[in-house]
């Protein structure tokens, strides 16, 4: 493996973008998508790719069961219901920030008397 291509794998390992690696390793904005992607199938890249993830990975203790663990309360985060100061129930967008003020959760709200007499 050459400097270019130790230099695209450091890029690489930062996001794993393998286009703007090529850009930062010194491949030409034109052509570093397809650059990116030959330099993922050379094979003195694939194995250095997977020594510098498995040291990674044992240095951060990422297993299987903490990424499931991560992506399940992403995934519950996401689905819970909110419901706006007009009383419409929408999804939380995890992305927005405004969400936080607007909204509240559904099961903090108070709940109207709908008793007989309320009825016209």
């Given at each position: 493996m050459n400097d270019k291509h130790a230099h695209f794998l450091a890029e690489y390992l930062?996001?794993?973008?393998?286009?703007?690696?090529?850009?930062?390793?010194?491949?030409?904005?034109?052509?570093?998508?397809?650059?990116?992607?030959?330099?993922?199938?050379?094979?003195?890249?694939?194995?250095?790719?997977?020594?510098?993830?498995?040291?990674?990975?044992?240095?951060?203790?990422?297993?299987?069961?903490?990424?499931?663990r991560k992506l399940w309360s992403i995934a519950q985060f996401c689905s819970e219901l909110m419901e706006a100061a007009d009383g419409e129930?929408?999804?939380?967008?995890?992305?927005?920030?405004?969400d936080l003020r607007l909204f509240r959760p559904k099961f903090q709200k108070e709940r109207p008397n709908y008793s007989m007499n309320s009825i016209k």
């Open positions: 930062i996001d794993q973008n393998a286009t703007r690696a090529a850009i930062a390793a010194g491949y030409s904005k034109k052509t570093a998508r397809s650059q990116g992607s030959r330099l993922l199938t050379n094979a003195d890249i694939q194995i250095a790719l997977r020594e510098q993830l498995e040291q990674l990975s044992s240095e951060l203790k990422i297993t299987a069961t903490n990424k499931r129930l929408k999804m939380r967008n995890p992305r927005s920030l405004s």
